[in-house]
């Protein structure tokens, strides 16, 4: 189907910024959106934001919206989840998942430890 490799992630302290990556590859051709998701220790996955493969277009959850920013790079079939204004609620490993016009996030890539401290 679709695989997904994130990476960028790490520690940072509060109000800081990171980016991270989501390479994609696999059958393109059949991917809807591009989701980024986030677990925290002993919580249950949320999602976080998403993108349109084809046109762009973003959503993103309340928690983030404002502070977070996904964008795609055409060239590279990669996307990004730029975090500016982390918070220490915002440690969590995050994923990158693909949904298709088949399986709503049915491909999820490995996750990327994102750590702020206070």
């Known amino acids: 189907q679709v695989q997904l490799v994130e990476s960028g992630g790490g520690l940072v302290q509060a109000g800081g910024s990171l980016r991270l990556s989501c390479a994609v590859s696999?059958?393109?051709?059949?991917?809807?959106?591009v989701g980024w998701f986030r677990q925290a220790p002993e919580k249950e996955r949320e999602f976080v934001g998403s993108?349109?493969?084809?046109?762009?277009?973003?959503d993103y959850a309340d928690s983030v919206k404002g502070r977070f920013t996904i964008s795609k790079d055409n060239t590279k079939n990669t996307v990004y989840l730029q975090m500016n204004s982390l918070e220490p609620e915002d440690t969590a490993i995050y994923y990158c998942?693909?949904?298709?016009?088949?399986?709503?996030?049915?491909?999820w890539g490995h996750g990327t430890q994102v750590t702020v401290t206070s």
């Open positions: 998942s693909a949904a298709t016009y088949g399986s709503p996030w049915g491909d």
């Open positions: 993108l349109l493969w084809s046109g762009g277009g973003t």
């Open positions: 696999g059958r393109l051709f059949i991917l809807y959106k």
